[in-house]
């Protein structure tokens, strides 16, 4: 069985999101809402984790930081960009599954990576920091891709 990925976040370098995404479905249920709360909260609670290994490691070419922590049947990776911009990825894997694809997650944040990238290299896309709130990633072809990559990783 495969890994489920429930959520992906990019967090720019003061850990304002600048996307989150949930894969468990729809957020019609109070449950739901709760579960999507509990992402948000993995996601910057693993800021701290990546802050404290940029200040042990000086310096370092590999972007992937592998698992950060994890909370129960939770794994959350991080993804640290040389811009200070973080991508949070909160995965598990079944218990009759122990086998989890280190490599797939690292060529996952390349890929998302590089899809990144092109959008904020787009001269169309505004993603100005108006120094209050930074402007949230809201493409549907962004959106499009994430999708695509994570049916094909996992889920």
Known sequence: MAMKFHCLAILNRQGNPLYM??????????EQQDQCVKYHYLAHTSCDVVEERLSQTKTSSDLFFGLLQTIGDM?????????GSRFILVTSVPAESS?????????????????YVSLICNPFHDMADDGEQPHRITSTKFDSIVDELISTYGK
């Open 21 to 30: 995404r949930t894969f468990d479905g729809t957020r019609e249920t109070a």
């Open 75 to 83: 794994s959350v990776y991080g993804y640290v960009l040389n811009t």
């Open 99 to 115: 086998a989890v694809r280190i490599a797939d997650i690292k060529t996952l944040f390349q890929q998302v990576h590089a899809t």
